[in-house]
């Protein structure tokens, strides 16, 4: 029989890991890093459209190799599947996802090392393709991740949620009226206190309509989490700066993948729909933000 730990166990081991961690880095940075917002050019971006099932054909190979090089992502990977064997079973499988999908939501959600590399691997991947060939070994993360949210979408694509998100230890600034990205998988929360946990030194509102509510695949379910794309452009529509912190409200306006199917370029397959944008005219969340 399976003994699930309490939700107010899990936050409270949440947060005290998250301020023994700050503690630690406010040792070495008693002032946040300033930050401009932008579009964050050299993230790999890619929301494979077009090239789902050949993607999906070069998985297994492709989470060897990666296995092989990427130490932190082989443990993640290990203790989520037994978590995954544990929650569900092979009787009991979860609908909307596969199981590899559903493997990656909890590997994601349960590891802050592994969390922090693969984002600050996906903020620079797309430096350069050789870069994304030969230094970016989590390609087969992005790619269960990019398409568990494309699926969880589907049953109401035109859904948008209004989350929040906290960040620690960087002051981020924008211009309103600006387009930005996050660049990386941006965790959000739907309820504001689970938020301000996180951090204070900017806090963001935010109206995502190509995120997806990840609660029933996370590790930390209580922590009411919706993900949000690379790929997924914003508008700023307001900037506050006081000496608490920043505060940025953003509206999605949109999605742009400059590097669509970028794998298979490399392998002589099927190249999708290649650098694609899709603008603020196209956002089911634009109207709501107005």
Same mark, same amino acid.
């Given at each position: 029989?399976?003994?699930?730990?309490?939700?107010?166990?899990?936050?409270?081991?949440?947060?005290?890991?998250?301020?023994?961690?700050?503690?630690?880095?406010?040792?070495?940075?008693?002032?946040?890093?300033?930050?401009?917002?932008?579009?964050?050019?050299?993230? +790999?971006?890619?929301?494979?459209?077009?090239?789902?099932?050949?993607?999906?054909?070069? !998985?297994?190979?492709?989470?060897?190799?990666?296995?092989?090089?990427?130490?932190?992502?082989?443990?993640?990977?290990?203790?989520?599947?037994?978590?995954?064997?544990?929650?569900?079973?092979?009787?009991?499988?979860?609908?909307?996802?596969?199981?590899?999908?559903?493997?990656? =939501?909890?590997?994601?959600?349960?590891?802050?090392?592994?969390?922090?590399?693969?984002?600050?691997?996906?903020?620079?991947?797309?430096?350069?393709?050789?870069?994304?060939?030969?230094?970016?070994? #989590?390609?087969?993360?992005?790619?269960?991740?990019?398409?568990? =949210?494309?699926?969880?979408?589907?049953?109401?694509?035109?859904?948008?949620?209004?989350?929040?998100?906290?960040?620690?230890?960087?002051? #981020?600034?924008?211009?309103?009226?600006?387009?930005?990205?996050?660049?990386?998988?941006?965790?959000?929360? !739907?309820?504001?206190?689970?938020?301000?946990?996180?951090?204070?030194?900017?806090? +963001?509102?935010?109206?995502?309509?190509? *995120?997806?509510?990840?609660?029933?695949?996370?590790?930390?379910?209580?922590?009411?989490?919706?993900?949000?794309?690379?790929?997924?452009? #914003?508008?700023?529509?307001?900037?506050?700066?006081?000496?608490? *912190?920043?505060?940025?409200?953003?509206?999605?306006? *949109?999605?742009?993948?400059?590097?669509?199917?970028?794998? =298979?370029?490399?392998? *002589?397959?099927?190249?999708?729909?290649?650098?694609?944008?899709?603008?603020?005219?196209?956002?089911?969340?634009?109207? !709501?933000?107005?």
């Amino acid at each position: 029989m399976e003994h699930f730990t309490p939700c107010w166990v899990l936050l409270a081991g949440s947060l005290l890991s998250t301020l023994a961690a700050s503690s630690a880095r406010r040792e070495h940075h008693l002032i946040p890093t300033q930050t401009a917002m932008g579009m964050a050019p050299e993230s +790999f971006d890619d929301d494979y459209k077009g090239c789902v099932e050949q993607m999906r054909a070069k !998985l297994p190979e492709l989470s060897c190799t990666e296995f092989t090089h990427n130490s932190v992502y082989a443990e993640g990977w290990r203790a989520a599947a037994v978590k995954w064997q544990r929650r569900w079973g092979r009787h009991h499988q979860p609908r909307q996802l596969r199981q590899d999908q559903a493997i990656a =939501l909890l590997a994601y959600t349960a590891s802050s090392q592994l969390y922090d590399q693969f984002n600050a691997d996906t903020r620079s991947g797309a430096c350069s393709h050789q870069h994304y060939l030969n230094s970016y070994h #989590f390609k087969a993360l992005h790619f269960l991740l990019s398409t568990a =949210l494309t699926d969880l979408r589907r049953s109401d694509p035109n859904t948008c949620y209004h989350v929040y998100r906290g960040v620690r230890n960087v002051r #981020f600034t924008a211009k309103e009226g600006t387009t930005v990205r996050f660049g990386q998988f941006a965790s959000s929360s !739907l309820q504001r206190n689970i938020t301000k946990r996180f951090g204070n030194d900017t806090f +963001f509102e935010i109206r995502t309509c190509l *995120g997806a509510p990840i609660k029933n695949f996370s590790s930390i379910p209580c922590e009411d989490e919706v993900l949000i794309p690379p790929f997924e452009l #914003f508008e700023v529509t307001k900037f506050k700066r006081d000496n608490n *912190g920043n505060t940025i409200h953003l509206c999605s306006s *949109g999605r742009q993948s400059r590097h669509t199917c970028e794998l =298979l370029k490399h392998l *002589g397959g099927q190249r999708g729909q290649g650098q694609h944008q899709v603008g603020r005219g196209h956002s089911p969340g634009r109207a !709501l933000c107005s």
